[in-house]
Nanobody, 129 residues
Framework: QVQLVESGGGVVQPGESLTLACLLS????????VGWFRQAPGKEREGVVCISNGDGRSYYDDSVKGRFSSSRDNAKNTMYLQMNNLKPEDTAVYYC??????????????????????WGQGTQVTVSY
């Protein structure tokens, strides 16, 4: 059974950090293209970090570059999104996504949500004083 389960969202103040986790079932993480997307109220879902399943290249959106970092533990089939120096504009529901098809271009992966076939349920991140 294919399933993605996120955890780790919450409410933090600007400048603070959060780590999101995504446990994948039914996938072998080291063979899977993965991504983190977010959707703020009234806005489209946007890709913030994507990692290809060809050579493992990563893409970070300019809005999070230098602040967010993605990692994964293949033994636990879990990927993580470390978010530092959070800003109010980072407030959104964050989703992890997975795709089995070979997709070597991580920027292209992040360009459209429908490049991913499987999604988690989402976790809310709120950055506010």
């Amino acid at each position: 059974q294919v399933q993605l389960v996120e955890s780790g969202g919450g409410v933090v103040q600007p400048g603070e950090s959060l780590t999101l986790a995504c446990l994948l079932s039914g996938f072998r993480l080291d063979y899977t293209a993965v991504g983190w997307f977010r959707q703020a109220p009234g806005k489209e879902r946007e890709g913030v970090v994507c990692i290809s399943n060809g050579d493992g290249r990563s893409y970070y959106d300019d809005s999070v570059k230098g602040r967010f970092s993605s990692s994964r533990d293949n033994a636990k089939n879990t990927m993580y999104l470390q978010m530092n120096n959070l800003k109010p504009e980072d407030t959104a529901v964050y989703y992890c996504a997975a795709e089995r098809a070979l997709t070597p271009d991580p920027r292209r992966l992040c360009s459209r949500p429908d490049n991913f076939a499987s999604w988690g349920q989402g976790t809310q991140v709120t950055v506010s004083y």
